[in-house]
């Protein structure tokens, strides 16, 4: 009795599937007319509001609008993407006449050179990767360089002879910021103690987990470390308000200046100092290439020395301790001192 | 035959009460948002069908219809596998690592990857598996934790220097050569991925092993009753380590597509959490291998028109509202239509034992009476 609809159950799931495989029909390439609409914007996880790297990008673009008058689209990657999610998130902005498309964050790597094979007259750009492409712009900064002027900052400012790093994932990019914010610590003072941890060792959530940051960073308070940069996109926030309880701890943020950001407002006299990442200059510049018919395209660093990466002073809290930082921002500048870009293991 | 056709309407009355009611749900939310429902649902419909979308969907589809498999194993037994999150990273993983050392003829590297997966995945489970069998530890707890333990294995390894390489800001093990990639279907304009073949089959063996060998009849009981099955003659012990190794093993499946189709490496952007997917889509799919199928194609189908609407200036967020309103319905659907029939038969057997009883009665009164 129960054989015979299970049995069409199958059969007819099995022809479905066949006739959807033969993908009659026309492509959704076919259907639409690519015409100019502005600038696309795909985000990392965390989005526009992270309050660190996709908001500088965010506000690059929101520049751009006003002072280019072009349009900016703008779509958001979501917890646990697969490369198809990005794919199609870049094909879409391309075909709906989106030019140039623009991927926030190394996970756009693979996927924005496969895209832009598609569409060989839009110009792609990616933040944090380099990516093989005639129209490709490879937008990358010196986040080791910038990390060593927090380190110089953090040795400086430590009263416990403790600074901790917590980094996001444990990835090439996050190291970066480990690597170098090590050396400047121990270029400073080499009896200071560092630690460092991460949230996730693979996962991309440790950009999108505030909760975790915030144990990771009350762990390290509670084993008096009193100086702790957080690398890790939105996670970052966490952290941060978790070092606001404590009288005298300092949080060193980063991508934007986060003293200046309005969501963290209320921590705001807890955060020493910010690694900026001028992400927003990066893609303020690549939108007004492509305004101007001179798109950017190759490898563009941005390096200490032209300012693609900088120590914020907002709050006046490393006003006292500026020349040795400039000192160290000279001899990076001039070559004295190579900042390593992976940690010592 | 009355029976049957109360059944059927059952059967029916579920699925479309979930779909009505999820659509009513849904439509409301959106509403109040301020946007038009009807234009999202056109807007999808229209995206949906499209020719690169159907090939979108159904590569997107697979892994997620594997995922599915591997928990339905475990729920057929009311045994909570948690952990094909972490069981498909770690098989994919030292899949990608053997597969990356190896360069062998296509007829054996392939296999050889998939083999490697599907053992890891079953080693990984197997774990869960011995810690409730010998110490009574549950598997719920074991398997996520395992999903950590997993993810700190694969980021000890995946650094340079240990089985990883750097390129640019990404670890990744070193890419399987080309012999090791999978066959596609070549479609217009994209190809789709020949995993689906495998995914067919295992969903008919799955479908075979459970309700068709007396090992899926002892599983099916042991989920029913654990001390039934023990009483006539099942080992529970047994069943418990074996389904937890098989729902490994398929979990082991999960990251293939992706490994051999697409990536051919295990990096930092090798994707996570399809193993909690699948647990939605088990739940959806009512472990029926069908079942299963059509919500793997839904979930494909939402997740593909998801960055459509968003385009379209709907919120980000619907998509993930509407995947969740739709296993809530569904689920909620199922069981109020069970506790439904289970009155109807009580009553229907209920009056049956009562007519039986008052037939019996004047029977016994014309008897004695004559």
């Known amino acids: 009795m129960r054989r015979v609809p299970k049995l069409a159950a199958v059969v007819s799931a099995t022809a479905a599937l066949a006739l959807t495989a033969t993908a009659c029909g026309e492509s959704s390439t076919e259907s639409n007319s690519g015409k100019d609409k502005g600038v696309g914007l795909a985000f990392d996880v965390g989005g526009r509001d992270d309050h660190s790297f996709n908001e500088s990008a965010a506000r690059g673009a929101d520049k751009a609008k006003k002072d280019l008058d072009v349009d900016v689209e703008m779509l958001t990657a979501g917890n646990n993407e697969t490369e198809e999610d990005r794919v199609q998130r870049l094909t879409s902005l391309a075909q709906d006449g989106y030019n140039p498309v623009i991927g926030v964050g190394f996970s756009y790597g693979k996927s924005i050179e496969k895209v832009a094979k598609d569409f060989p007259d839009t110009t792609f750009a990616v933040v944090d990767s380099v990516s093989e492409g005639k129209n490709v712009d490879s937008i990358v900064f010196s986040e080791h360089e910038g990390s060593y002027l927090a380190g110089v900052a953090a040795a400086l400012k430590t009263k416990t002879d403790k600074v901790g790093f917590i980094g996001g994932v444990n990835n090439a990019l996050i190291q970066k910021f480990e690597a170098g914010f090590a050396q400047g610590v121990k270029d400073t003072d080499p009896k200071l103690k560092l630690t460092s941890e991460y949230l996730y060792p693979t996962n991309d959530k440790g950009f999108n987990d505030p909760a975790a940051a915030k144990e990771k960073a009350k762990g390290m308070l509670d084993r008096g470390i009193d100086v702790i940069y957080s690398a890790a996109g939105q996670s970052g926030a966490g952290s941060i308000e978790a070092i606001s309880k404590q009288k005298g701890a300092w949080a060193i943020g980063v991508d934007s200046d986060q003293y200046q950001q309005p969501g963290l407002a209320k921590y705001k006299d807890s955060i020493l100092t910010s690694v900026v990442k001028n992400v927003d200059v990066a893609v303020y510049d690549l939108i007004k290439s492509v305004e101007d018919d001179k798109p950017l395209t190759g490898t563009n660093a941005y390096t200490l020395k032209e300012d693609g990466v900088s120590l914020a002073t907002s709050g006046g809290f490393i006003d006292d301790i500026t020349s040795k930082i400039d000192e160290a921002k000279k001899k990076i500048a001039d070559g004295e001192i190579k900042v390593s870009e992976s940690p010592k293991k | ?370």
């Open chain 2, 1 to 370: 035959m009355k029976l049957d056709r109360n059944r059927l309407v059952l059967a029916v009355a579920a699925p479309l009460l979930a779909v009505v009611t999820a659509l009513v749900i849904t439509s409301l939310i959106i509403a109040a948002t301020g946007e038009d429902p009807f234009r999202a649902y056109q807007v999808m419909l229209d995206f949906g069908s499209k020719s690169d979308s159907q090939v979108w969907i159904i590569n997107k589809a697979v892994p997620y219809y594997l995922s599915a498999l591997a928990v339905a194993i475990g729920f057929r037994m009311n045994l909570f596998n948690i952990g094909v999150d972490g069981q498909y990273r770690i098989a994919a993983f030292f899949a990608a690592v053997v597969g990356g050392a190896l360069s062998l003829p296509g007829f054996v590297q392939i296999p050889v990857i998939i083999l490697t997966a599907m053992v890891t995945g079953a080693i990984w489970a197997g774990i869960a598996g011995v810690l409730k069998t010998t110490r009574g530890v549950s598997e719920v707890i074991t398997t996520i934790m395992l999903n950590f333990t997993a993810g700190s294995l694969i980021g000890y390894f995946l650094q340079e220097g240990r089985l990883a390489e750097k390129d640019g800001n990404l670890f990744h093990t070193p890419d399987i050569p080309d012999s090791g990639h999978f066959f596609t279907f070549p479609t217009n304009p994209n190809p789709v991925g020949g995993f689906i073949v495998v995914a067919v089959l295992v969903g008919a063996l799955y479908w075979f092993v459970i309700n068709r060998t007396r090992f899926g009849f002892d599983l099916r009981a042991v989920g029913r009753s654990e001390s039934a099955a023990e009483a006539s003659g099942v080992s529970v012990k047994r069943m418990v380590f074996t389904s937890m190794v098989l729902s490994g093993a398929a979990a082991g499946l999960v990251g293939m597509p992706t490994l051999l189709g697409e990536s051919y490496n295990y990096g930092n952007d090798f994707p996570t959490g399809i193993g909690f997917t699948g647990i939605a889509l088990a739940l959806l799919g009512r472990n029926h291998a069908v079942g299963m199928a059509f919500a793997a194609l839904l979930w494909g189908f939402l997740d593909r028109t998801g960055s459509q609407l968003e385009l379209e200036g709907y919120a980000q967020e619907i998509i993930e509202v509407m995947k969740g309103v739709i296993v809530l319905c569904v689920v909620i659907a199922y069981e109020l239509v069970r506790r439904y029939g289970l009155r109807l038969q009580q009553r229907r057997v209920g009056e049956e034992l009562a007519a039986q009883a008052r037939d019996n009665g004047t029977n016994d009164k014309a008897g004695v009476s004559a």
